[in-house]
């Protein structure tokens, strides 16, 4: 009885979600209304109050499903990659798959960054840093001449890769999303491999220093 009881709670749980979610993503946070989720989701507001206290708790798990959804697709992507230049294509590609092929959950992150709720921007940055965290791991073994600047190359590849196929999306996806994938890969690879092969640069010595400067 009590597992019925749960598993019914968890299915209610999960239309309330997916309601929610086509609703946020459609007109935002502050324009949704918990009485418009409840009549999406078919439950009456006391049941809807049930299960989430505010409308913010509703949204912050709106926006972890999305989370959920972003790090999947990395992974999926990323798990047959080998080598440099693939891992940074199939980065590239999932950030593609996942603003193409979940194109709700990419308007949720999205929309996130910009709202007036603290709690919600910090889930917006952590899409971020998904990516970057999982791009640098990848990469690990392929470390840079310089590690220190390991996360920042990483980030801006993300950045470069998130830019472009938020811009695909939003101009009415122009090119075949192979082509744009391509791309956007490869003006990717150019700049970090460019990175890769730079040489450090040496330390000053005595002997570059101008002759005025060297004690005698």
């Known amino acids: 009885m009590d597992e019925n009881m749960a ?33 999406r989701a078919g439950v009456s507001k006391p049941v809807l109050y049930n299960s989430f206290t ?23 992507a990323l798990a047959p990659a080998q080598g440099m230049r693939s891992i940074v294509s199939a980065t590239v590609a999932a950030i593609f798959d996942f603003a193409d092929t ?3 959950s990419a308007t949720l992150l999205a929309g996130a960054a910009v709202v007036d709720e603290p709690s919600a921007q910090r889930v917006a940055h952590r ?7 999982t791009l640098l791991k990848a990469l690990a073994p392929y470390p840079p ?41 490869g003006l990717c690879w150019t700049g970090l491999s460019g990175i890769q ?9 005595e002997t570059s220093r101008p002759a005025s400067d060297v004690r005698m």
Request: some cysteine; charged content about 20%.
């Open 127 to 133: 899409a971020t840093t998904i990516c970057t965290d």
């Open 145 to 185: 001449a310089q590690a220190e600047r390991g996360w920042l190359i990483t980030a801006e590849v993300v950045a470069i890769a998130q830019s472009c196929a938020r811009h695909w999306v939003l101009t009415g996806k122009p090119l075949p999303r192979h082509e744009a994938v391509a791309t956007t890969a």
């Open 7 to 39: 598993q019914a709670r968890q299915e209610r749980r999960h239309l309330i979600v997916t309601a929610a979610s086509g609703l946020f993503a459609a007109c935002g946070y502050r324009a949704a209304s918990m009485d418009e989720i409840a009549c």
């Open 197 to 205: 092969q730079a040489p450090r640069s040496p330390e000053p010595s």
């Open 102 to 104: 979940h194109p709700r």
């Open 54 to 76: 505010s409308k913010l708790e509703l949204y912050l798990a709106v926006l972890h499903e999305a989370l959920q959804v972003l790090g999947e697709t990395l992974a999926e």
